[in-house]
């Protein structure tokens, strides 16, 4: 099980308000293309109860219960995300898909139809 880290403790983030969308996730420091730079523990939930924060794989529905849940949505992402939801210790990782530069916001596509190439959804 990987460790999960406290937000001020977190080598690579930071939160911050986000220019008209409330909070959002920014670098710390320079994120390298390829790196796994967050994981948050998840709790499955039954879709028809979650509205907002919400994600998705293996028919499962749940939200991240760390920083996470606070990534921004954007069609330019920077970053995707992949589940493990299987065994007693699901979790929800994080993995930038382009070098991020110290300052710069975490986004994802909250569209799931855009991720990078060879991505397994």
């Not at 509205?51 to 970053?79: D, P, R, V, W």
Request: aromatic content about 12%; glycine content about 8%; overall charge neutral.
């Amino acid at each position: 099980m990987t460790d999960v880290t406290l937000l001020d403790q977190h080598v690579y983030l930071k939160v911050k308000l986000s220019k008209g969308k409330g909070r959002g996730v920014f670098a710390r420091k320079d994120i390298a293309k390829g790196t796994v730079f967050l994981v948050d523990p998840i709790v499955l939930v039954p879709k028809d109860e979650m509205s907002n924060y919400i994600f998705e794989s293996e028919n499962k529905t749940f939200i991240a219960m760390g920083i996470g849940s606070l990534i921004n949505h954007s069609a330019q992402q920077n970053c995707f995300w992949i589940a493990n939801v299987k065994g007693k210790s699901p979790t929800i990782s994080f993995k930038t898909d382009k070098k991020v530069k110290a300052g710069e916001e975490l986004l994802h596509d909250y569209l799931w139809d855009t991720y990078p190439e060879g991505f397994d959804y």
